[in-house]
């Protein structure tokens, strides 16, 4: 527990400081264009939160934004350059300053959830993004969850809606999401099988998958069993093959899938999929993860029972994070990478 003193003397360090450590991209960059330099430390609006960043959390969404693949992104993010110079998503950390509308943290809060540009010393950080860090989380477990357990969390509940007793089949379960996933799904009560590659099957069956299959050992998807839902995170297996695996009313949860184009990103798959739904028994869905505090906090609740342990293969420092990255974009990485932001020593 920190004394009153503690956190003050904390708050006023950084209030002093001008400049930060962070990685940074100035244009859409591979790995090999990440630096880690001095920058400003960010400004916060009304509705934001200043956070000193204990650890940050590697994940695809920051591929993306680093490499402004697909193009279609840049809409968003920056048309020929990334409005956010500085890279990452998921963080924890202990909140320093807030704006005049936020109501929900004041200075001192330990707290983790989603910020833009979180592998830096200090984060700005929309208060809706943010959740109080549970006192027996650990800081690199707080900040490799949000993203990828709350998307988990949202498809196998808000769009999956899975029963107890179903049967879940998670393609893509040695992953950031799927890691998740399955924790998650047996949380819930269902009977999950797990699909990665033959190097991560220890992983998959070491967090409670009860049946594991190597996708390289034989098509899964040949309708020999058949599962309530599925949810596909990784592979980019054709709608017509994983309808082949649903039972007559069972529904598919499109999550993602990489390789499927620079200019889209293979977004016809789930489009396809939307428009087809209404017109067959099975339910063929696809969803973008709300970043809400709501959805954080019900992941929270399973981080906080220990029903669910993020999977944690490295912590790396911010010197790590394009190797992380590089890893990530190899299919290295089991689990999660965590990064460690030791400026509160
Ligand atoms: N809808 C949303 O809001 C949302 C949110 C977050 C992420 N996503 C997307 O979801 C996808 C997964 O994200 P992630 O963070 O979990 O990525 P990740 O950590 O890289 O995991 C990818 C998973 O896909 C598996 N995989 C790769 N090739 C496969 C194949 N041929 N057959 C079956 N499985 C295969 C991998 O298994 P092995 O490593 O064992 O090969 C791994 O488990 C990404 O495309 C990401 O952009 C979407």
Redesign the pocket.
């Known amino acids: 527990m920190r004394t009153e003193l503690e956190t003050t003397q904390e708050t006023d360090r950084a209030a002093d400081a001008e400049y930060m450590q962070a990685v940074v991209r100035d244009r859409y960059v591979n790995a090999d264009g990440l630096e880690v330099r001095a920058v400003d430390r960010p400004g916060i609006s009304a509705g934001q939160v200043l956070i000193h960043v204990r650890a940050a959390g590697v994940?695809?969404?920051v591929w993306?934004l680093m490499t402004g693949e697909p193009y279609a992104m840049r809409l968003a993010v920056g048309l020929s350059k990334p409005k956010q110079p500085v890279l990452g998503l998921d963080v924890s950390g202990r909140v320093v300053a807030v704006g005049a509308d936020v109501t929900r943290f004041q200075p001192g809060d330990e707290v983790f959830g989603i910020a833009s540009g979180s592998f830096a010393e200090y984060a700005a950080a929309d208060e809706a993004k943010l959740v109080h860090k549970p006192a027996n989380l650990p800081w690199e477990h707080a900040a490799v969850a949000a993203?990828?357990g709350g998307?988990a969390l949202?498809?196998l509940t808000d769009v999956g809606d899975v029963q107890a007793g179903q049967r879940v089949l998670v393609?893509?379960?040695?992953?950031?999401?799927?890691t998740y996933a399955v924790q998650l799904a047996k949380a819930l009560g269902a009977d999950v099988t797990g699909?990665?590659?033959t190097?991560?099957v220890d992983v998959v069956r070491s967090i409670g998958a009860d049946h594991v299959i190597d996708?390289t050992q034989g098509d899964y998807l040949d309708g020999a069993a058949t599962y309530d839902l599925i949810l596909d995170?990784?592979?980019?297996?054709s709608v017509a093959r994983l309808r082949r695996a649903l039972t007559a009313t069972g529904t598919l949860v499109?999550?993602?899938?990489?390789d499927g184009g620079r200019l889209t990103?293979g977004i016809g798959r789930q489009l396809r999929a939307m428009v087809l739904s209404p017109f067959i028994r099975q339910n063929l869905k696809?969803?973008?993860?709300k970043e809400h505090h709501t959805q954080i906090e019900r992941l929270a609740e399973h981080l906080e029972s220990g029903a669910v342990v993020p999977v944690i293969e490295r912590t790396v420092a911010l010197p790590g994070v394009a190797d992380a990255l590089r890893d990530?974009e190899a299919?290295?990485?089991?689990?999660?990478i965590a990064v460690s932001v030791r400026n509160h020593e």
């Open positions: 994940d695809r969404g993306h993203i990828s998307t949202q498809a393609v893509g379960a040695s992953g950031g999401v799927g699909v990665c590659s190097a991560k996708y995170i990784g592979g980019r297996n499109i999550v993602g899938g990489e990103g696809s969803f973008i993860q990530l299919g290295r990485v089991r689990g999660k």
